[in-house]
């Protein structure tokens, strides 16, 4: 049995920052995103802050094949065991952003997160939370698409026949302060971004665990 203890220098310094902050800005720049969400941690002595740096030449993980990553990865050291902060920014959010982006993004945030953490010899890792920040919101017309449907096939013999599928119950989650990764149920925040006059989105979170 390999036993395999914590050791930040075992880690290229390319892949991660140290943040000798309780303040962490998150931002993204392309056009899909243009913003910025400013993270407020408690000032707790004993804990450090690693920010996981977006890899320039695709070679993080290639062998998966889920290797889509959400746009920041924060991990929050208490001793040897941590909490995990997973963030995705959005202009926009809508169903298919929602099911078939952002959901994918934070899957392969976490295991981009999970190798991370296992070559530094982090092995309990006490929390994980995600966070979808966004400008525009579309979707409650959705989900009351979903609902809709939910109460037809509830109701209705024939419409017993056409039961949810998986992207609607996906849909419906979003109204939830959890979400599915991987078999299991973790927090969810959904962070309302504010236009400033550069038209990027900003806002802040404080974490309180």
Same mark, same amino acid.
């Given at each position: 049995?390999?036993?395999?203890?914590?050791?930040?220098?075992?880690?290229?310094?390319?892949?991660?920052?140290?943040?000798?902050?309780?303040?962490?800005?998150?931002?993204?720049?392309?056009?899909?995103?243009?913003?910025?969400?400013?993270?407020?941690?408690?000032?707790?002595?004993?804990?450090?802050?690693?920010?996981?740096?977006?890899?320039?030449?695709?070679?993080?993980?290639?062998?998966?094949?889920?290797?889509?990553?959400?746009?920041?990865?924060?991990?929050?050291?208490?001793?040897?065991?941590?909490?995990?902060?997973?963030?995705?920014?959005?202009?926009?959010?809508?169903?298919?952003?929602?099911?078939?982006?952002?959901?994918?993004?934070?899957?392969?945030?976490?295991?981009?997160?999970?190798?991370?953490?296992?070559?530094?010899?982090?092995?309990?890792?006490? @929390?994980?939370?995600?966070?979808?920040?966004?400008?525009?919101?579309?979707?409650?017309?959705?989900?009351?698409?979903?609902?809709?449907?939910?109460?037809?096939?509830?109701?209705?013999?024939?419409?017993?026949?056409?039961?949810?599928?998986?992207?609607?119950?996906?849909?419906?989650?979003?109204?939830?302060?959890?979400?599915?990764?991987?078999?299991?149920?973790?927090?969810?925040?959904?962070?309302?971004?504010?236009? @400033?006059?550069?038209?990027?989105?900003?806002? @802040?979170?404080?974490?309180? @665990?």
């Amino acid at each position: 049995m390999i036993n395999v203890s914590y050791d930040l220098k075992r880690i290229k310094q390319d892949y991660y920052c140290i943040i000798n902050s309780s303040t962490i800005l998150i931002d993204e720049t392309s056009d899909d995103g243009r913003a910025e969400l400013t993270m407020e941690f408690q000032k707790t002595s004993g804990r450090q802050f690693i920010k996981l740096l977006r890899e320039t030449d695709h070679s993080w993980l290639g062998y998966l094949e889920n290797n889509s990553c959400a746009d920041g990865i924060i991990i929050e050291l208490i001793g040897t065991s941590c909490n995990l902060y997973i963030v995705e920014l959005k202009r926009t959010v809508n169903d298919q952003k929602w099911t078939g982006k952002i959901r994918k993004q934070f899957r392969g945030a976490t295991l981009r997160a999970l190798a991370f953490l296992s070559s530094l010899g982090i092995k309990d890792i006490m @929390n994980i939370e995600y966070f979808t920040a966004y400008v525009t919101s579309y979707m409650d017309q959705h989900i009351q698409a979903a609902k809709a449907k939910q109460k037809i096939s509830n109701s209705s013999i024939i419409g017993k026949k056409a039961k949810l599928g998986i992207k609607d119950e996906e849909v419906l989650e979003w109204e939830l302060d959890e979400i599915t990764v991987f078999n299991s149920k973790f927090t969810h925040h959904k962070v309302e971004l504010q236009r @400033n006059a550069n038209n990027i989105g900003i806002g @802040n979170f404080i974490v309180n @665990n």
